[in-house]
């Protein structure tokens, strides 16, 4: 197929894009939404490590499609797309998304993808604008809302109960990041069972060896000691299942010979829904100063922390996929997690797992990890095996193939 094609360039003054030269190229016009993208800077959480991650491997794959990914504000990341066949969209209005965000997300942005003739557009958050009626995909990263809607806020629950039931009957396909979660779809949504599938997502590659004074300079800013404290990384919420986490660290430190009495623990994130009874544990705890509350922390002492904690903790008492796992074991980290479901499909026998109520074996398991040197290396062996499973490359080719079979379907 020939699609009609054209540099597109911003108007910073008149606020649109115009086509500034026409030409031919062969393939399709694919879409992606990339408005919560991850960038290598500033970090981010799963949603936008997956988009930057899945687009980043597409076009590294893909040279025959041409490809637009969407942004509303400007990015140092549109560095790693340059590609002839690539054009990063800053979508026009978006200065307004803060007073009028429904006009924006379903009128202004619909209308910016309809400019674009798209043979496909790929929602990677969910949401496909309700005034958008082009072929679409959509990938859909938690369902937590139906089926645990305690750990959600109203204004989360309206939102999703409006914007997912339409993505849903809108989209072509609807992509799942694990097993899991299809298995959930397929019960919750038994009407769309027939445009479900389940592509897992990948861990990043790992990054460059910190040098040591990245590492010390890392270490000495949180006061931490190499393999002397416990990293947990995520949004503090209560789904996290953090109140227990703090308990289960208590009780460690109440049953650790006071000459041991070095360790610690790390909650780093961004403050979430009903955050502020989370941040009260951690600042009342009788262990308040071995409790360390960094926020939000930058993709460099992420990689460091990562690298130099005893242990990953993941208690979580619901997940869609729980990239943080992988991330710990694609770096030797040993991780404990919650024996959910999802857990157990995405660490496969790698992780030690713990009831994620069970405070006492949680304690004992953070004990066993700083004093177990054997248990230790099983763990970083058994998860470096586990994360050569996952790859973002695979992850990409599996979603072009979704592309491609839809294109061959007659609208």
């Not at 479901?341 to 660490?347: D, F, G, K, M, N």
């Amino acid at each position: 197929m020939l699609a009609k094609s054209g540099k597109i360039c911003f108007d910073s003054e008149l606020g649109f894009y115009s086509r500034l030269t026409e030409f031919y190229s062969q393939g399709m016009r694919i879409g992606i939404d990339c408005r919560i993208m991850y960038s290598p800077e500033s970090g981010g959480a799963g949603v936008p490590h997956y988009i930057f991650h899945v687009a980043k491997n597409l076009l590294a794959i893909d040279r025959q499609n041409e490809y637009f990914l969407f942004f509303d504000e400007k990015s140092a990341v549109w560095d790693e797309f340059k590609a002839p066949n690539v054009h990063c969209v800053l979508i026009s209005g978006a200065r307004f998304r803060r007073f009028l965000p429904l006009v924006y997300s379903q009128l202004v942005y619909a209308w910016v993808l309809r400019r674009f003739k798209l043979d496909i557009f790929h929602a990677t958050n969910t949401g496909i604008p309700y005034f958008y009626r082009g072929r679409s995909i959509t990938t859909v990263h938690d369902l937590g809302v139906y089926l645990r809607p305690e750990f959600f806020s109203w204004g989360q629950r309206l939102g999703t109960r409006l914007i997912f039931p339409h993505s849903f009957r809108r989209a072509a396909k609807i992509i799942l990041v694990s097993w899991l979660l299809a298995d959930d779809m397929n019960h919750l949504f038994p009407e769309y069972r027939h445009k479900l599938t389940a592509i897992q997502e990948g861990v990043s590659p790992v990054r460059e060896t910190p040098t040591v004074a990245e590492t010390d300079a890392v270490m000495e800013k949180f006061q931490l000691r190499r393999e002397k404290f416990f990293l947990f990384i995520g949004t503090l919420e209560p789904r996290k299942n953090l109140l227990r986490l703090i308990a289960a660290f208590e009780k460690a430190m109440d049953d650790t010979p006071s000459a041991w009495r070095e360790l610690k623990l790390v909650l780093a994130g961004r403050p979430g829904y009903r955050s502020a009874e989370i941040v009260a544990a951690a600042r009342h705890s009788r262990y308040a100063r071995f409790i360390i509350l960094p926020g939000y922390i930058s993709a460099q002492e992420k990689n460091i922390l990562l690298r130099e904690a005893a242990a990953f903790v993941f208690p979580s008492l619901w997940e869609g996929f729980g990239l943080g796992n992988l991330e710990a074991m694609a770096v030797g980290t040993p991780v404990i997690a919650s024996d959910i479901p999802v857990v157990r499909e995405i660490t496969g026998g790698a992780a030690t797992l713990v009831h994620p109520e069970d405070i006492f074996s949680w304690s004992k398991r953070m004990r066993s990890m700083v004093t177990n040197k054997e248990m230790r290396e099983r763990l970083h062996q058994a998860g470096y095996r586990r994360v050569s499973l996952f790859s973002w490359k695979l992850c990409a080719q599996q979603t072009l193939a979704e592309y491609e079979k839809l294109q061959k379907i007659k609208v």
